[in-house]
C-alpha cells in the first residue's frame, strides 16, 4: 500500500524550525514532503530554506495555503494567530512549547515584573479559549509539539502505568540548563514568562500526561491538576548575584528559578523545578513513584554513552551533548540527542494522527491543562506560594 503523502510547511527559521526540519527527515507514517518555510527574518529565511532546497514563502498565508500541515517555530507571542490562521484554513497544526500566553498590554513600558498576575491568568485563559474554539470550526486539529510527550522514557512510562494499573503517587521533575538562546527569551511581552513558562512546561507536561494516561487507563477519565501552589525568583538579576561569564545573564522582566507544586483531583501530587542556573548540559528528567513501580526517566542527560578526553580540542569538530560548557575530562555524550528527546517520535505520531485521524496523545486539551496550571501558578508566585485553583477549559 502506497503511504499517504502530506505536504508540510514551517513557520520560523531558527532553531525549532532546524529539529522540526530534521525530525520531518524520519517519519515513516506517512510520505511528507516539506513544501516551504515563512519567517518575518527574510534574510534568516533565505539561510534555512536555500540549503535545504525547500521554498521561502513570501507570507504566512501562502504557505498556509500549500501544505496540510503547518509547523509552528515561533516565538510563543505569535503562536495564537498562526494556530487560528490555519486552522481556518481547516489545516491541521503543530505548534511549539509553551502553547500560549500572556504578552502584555501592548504598551510600549509594559513590565512582566510589575503587572497584576491575575489579569495574566484571565489573559492566557481567553488565549487557549481562542485557540480551542478555533480547533472546534475546523477540520485540522492541534497537536501540541512537547516532545518529553513522545520522548521514549515518557512513552515507556506510560506503557507501565496502562499495563499495570499503577496509581502514580508522588511525580518530581526538572527542565533546567543555563540559559536558553534565544532572542526573544527573558522578554515578557514575547515569551510569556520565563523559567515556569518556557522550562517548567516540558516536566509539568509530563506529569499532567502521565496523569491523564492514568486515569483514561482506569476509569476512561483523565486525572486533572487541581490546585497549585509556586514561587519563582530572578537571581541573576538580583543585586549579589556574582557572574563568571558561565551562565546566560540579561534577562529584561522574566525570573530564572521556578517550582511549582501541584495537586492532581485525585489528592496525589507532583513537584517540578525548572531554571536557567544549572551547569554540565541540559537537565532534564522525571522521577514517577506509583503503588507498584518507581521510575526514572531521563531525558538530558542519559548514560548510554560516556566519553572522556584529556582535551578538548580533540572534539572540536564533534557535537557532544547540548548546551554543555565543556567537552574536556568525561561527558554524557549523546549518540543520538534527537531520539531521546523524543523529536522524531513526536512528528511520527502527528503524521500517523493526521493519515489516520485518531488519538493524539499531546493535544490540546493537555497543553490547556498546562498552560492553565502555569499561569495559576504565577498567581500563586504572586501570593509568595498560596494555594490557587487550576481553571478547568
Ligand atoms: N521543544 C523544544 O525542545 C524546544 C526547543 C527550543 C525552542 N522551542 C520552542 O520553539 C519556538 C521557537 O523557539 P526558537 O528557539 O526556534 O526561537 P528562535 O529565536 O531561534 O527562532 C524564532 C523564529 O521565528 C521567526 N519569527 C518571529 N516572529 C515571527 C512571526 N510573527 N511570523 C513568522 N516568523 C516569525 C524568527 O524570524 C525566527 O526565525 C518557541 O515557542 C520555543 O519555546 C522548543
Redesign the pocket.
Known amino acids: 500500500m502506497q503511504k499517504q503523502e502530506l505536504k508540510a510547511g514551517i513557520?520560523?527559521?531558527?532553531?525549532?524550525?532546524r529539529?522540526h526540519y530534521e525530525a520531518l527527515q524520519r517519519v515513516y507514517s506517512a510520505r511528507v514532503e516539506i513544501v516551504g518555510a515563512?519567517?518575518?527574518?527574510r534574510e534568516?529565511?533565505l539561510q534555512?530554506a536555500g540549503p535545504r532546497g525547500i521554498n521561502a514563502f513570501a507570507n504566512?498565508d501562502e504557505l498556509i495555503g500549500a501544505v496540510d500541515i503547518v509547523h509552528v517555530?515561533?516565538?510563543?507571542v505569535?503562536?495564537e494567530p498562526?494556530v487560528v490562521a490555519a486552522l481556518q484554513q481547516h489545516k491541521g497544526v503543530i505548534v511549539?512549547?509553551?502553547f500560549t500566553g500572556y504578552f502584555g498590554d501592548g504598551s510600549s513600558g509594559f513590565n512582566g515584573d510589575l503587572f497584576p498576575r491575575e489579569e495574566g491568568l484571565e489573559q492566557a485563559l481567553q488565549s487557549v479559549g481562542r485557540m480551542l474554539e478555533a480547533e472546534k470550526g475546523s477540520r485540522g486539529r492541534i497537536m501540541y509539539?512537547?516532545?518529553w510527550v513522545y520522548a521514549p522514557a515518557i512513552q515507556k512510562e506510560r506503557e507501565l502505568l496502562q499495563k499495570t494499573g499503577a496509581q502514580i503517587l508522588w511525580m518530581h521533575g526538572e527542565e533546567s540548563h543555563s540559559g536558553?538562546?534565544?532572542?526573544?527569551?527573558g522578554q515578557w511581552k514575547l515569551?510569556g514568562g520565563g523559567s515556569m513558562m518556557?522550562k517548567g512546561c516540558?516536566p509539568l507536561t509530563a506529569a499532567i500526561y502521565l496523569k491523564h494516561v492514568e486515569g483514561r487507563a482506569r476509569d476512561g477519565q483523565p486525572i486533572r491538576p487541581q490546585t497549585v501552589s509556586a514561587r519563582t525568583h530572578a537571581i541573576t538579576r538580583g543585586k549579589n548575584f556574582q557572574n563568571r561569564g558561565h551562565i546566560r545573564t540579561g534577562y529584561k522582566d522574566i525570573e530564572d528559578f521556578a517550582l511549582l507544586h501541584v495537586v492532581f483531583s485525585d489528592g496525589t501530587i507532583a513537584d517540578l523545578f525548572a531554571s536557567e542556573l544549572v551547569m554540565g548540559g541540559v537537565h532534564n528528567w522525571i522521577e514517577v513513584n506509583t503503588t507498584n513501580h518507581r521510575s526514572v526517566c531521563n531525558i538530558h542527560p542519559n548514560n548510554a554513552m560516556q566519553a572522556y578526553t584529556p582535551d578538548e580540542d580533540y572534539f572540536k569538530e564533534v557535537y557532544v551533548v547540548e548546551k554543555t560548557e565543556t567537552k574536556q575530562g568525561w561527558s554524557f555524550m549523546s549518540p543520538d540527542e534527537a531520539w531521546f528527546?523524543g523529536?522524531q517520535h513526536e512528528m511520527d505520531a502527528f503524521y500517523r494522527n493526521a493519515v489516520y485521524a485518531d488519538h493524539i496523545e499531546s493535544n490540546s486539551s493537555l497543553a490547556a491543562d498546562v498552560i492553565a496550571t502555569i499561569y495559576a501558578g504565577y498567581l500563586s508566585a504572586e501570593r509568595k506560594g498560596a494555594e490557587v485553583e487550576i481553571a478547568v477549559l
Do not use: D, Q
Not at 180 to 185: F, Q, R, T, W
Open positions: 513557520v520560523g527559521s531558527g532553531f525549532a524550525a529539529f515563512y519567517s518575518s527574518t534568516k529565511l534555512f504566512l517555530c515561533t516565538p510563543p505569535t503562536h498562526i511549539e512549547k509553551p509539539a512537547e516532545n536558553s538562546h534565544s532572542s526573544a527569551y515569551s518556557g516540558h528527546a523529536y
